[in-house]
């Protein structure tokens, strides 16, 4: 026994008619044929954004649209893929950053949490995905944003084990990027956890063991502090935003694509990318 009722979703029009659009295109270029899909293109994006607005789950998703639970899968990650491919590269981020004048961006680490993933790691029983920090399993992704907390770019997945310092390296242009940025004149804040790359990153004074920070260090860590907290808006914005960003129920090395998709999203919602 069911009942059907009318849900409004929170979103604009134009976001669906963005993601529909880019369905379209994608049938087109793969040279699908009229009447051989379940869903139109606009039904389609609105089953996309209802998984990433509300997290609604893939049996409710296949139920509501008449489809196999399959099919919706493949229906959601065609337009995780569309979104994807739309990402900004972080090369034109920075440029896009210096041109709107702002002086520092911030860099930061945020874990999204998946379902319990008992893939074996380097470290004798210790998973690869397991978050010593955050006590669970889940995916590092590492976030570029504007001096305001508006996220400006988001990386790969990284397993959960690996810090953000590692996670950072393992990005084949993060670093480098950023070292063009500050040798530009421009600044990078982050926190302790990117104290391996002092070079690129300006980051709080760590207490001295056994000491005590000097008045100058806690009045710069106050300063830090003060810029940087509104730089990590940009972790809590995409989660809000997007409830399927909370916890992730599938291949954890999926993240990094989703998370991109969102960031597209939420760009577009917004009208804004810098």
């Given at each position: 026994m069911s009942v059907t009722y009318e849900a409004v979703l929170s979103v604009s029009e134009d976001s669906v008619g963005f993601v529909s659009?880019?369905?379209?295109?994608?049938?087109?270029?793969?040279?699908t044929r009229k009447g051989t899909r379940c869903l139109s293109t606009y039904q389609q994006a609105v089953l996309v954004l209802r998984w990433f607005l509300d997290?609604?789950?893939?049996t409710q998703l296949a139920r509501d649209n008449a489809l196999s639970v399959s099919t919706a899968?493949?229906?959601?990650?065609e337009g995780i893929d569309v979104l994807v491919a739309r990402q900004p590269?972080?090369?034109g981020v920075l440029l896009a950053a210096k041109a709107a004048g702002h002086g520092h961006v911030t860099v930061d680490g945020t874990l999204i949490y998946t379902d319990r993933n008992h893939t074996p790691g380097p470290t004798a029983s210790v998973d690869l995905w397991w978050s010593g920090k955050h006590h669970h399993h889940g995916g590092n992704i590492q976030v570029v944003s504007a001096p305001d907390?508006?996220?400006?770019w988001t990386s790969g997945v990284r397993p959960g084990r690996e810090h953000d310092t590692t996670a950072a390296r393992a990005d084949p242009d993060?670093?480098?990027?950023?070292?063009?940025?500050v040798g530009n004149g421009h600044l990078s804040l982050a926190d302790l956890g990117?104290?391996?790359?002092?070079d690129i990153f300006r980051i709080p004074f760590k207490k001295p063991k056994g000491g005590e920070l000097t008045v100058d260090q806690q009045t710069y860590n106050a300063v830090h502090g003060a810029l940087r907290c509104l730089g990590e808006r940009a972790n809590s914005l995409l989660k809000t935003t997007y409830k399927a960003l909370r916890r992730y129920r599938g291949c954890p090395w999926r993240l990094g694509g989703i998370v991109a998709a969102a960031l597209v999203l939420l760009h577009h919602e917004n009208n804004r990318t810098t």
């Open positions: 659009g880019l369905l379209h295109a994608e049938r087109q270029r793969r040279g997290d609604t789950g893939m899968y493949e229906y959601r990650d590269s972080l090369h907390g508006w996220p400006l993060l670093l480098a990027l950023i070292a063009t940025w990117y104290q391996g790359e002092p």
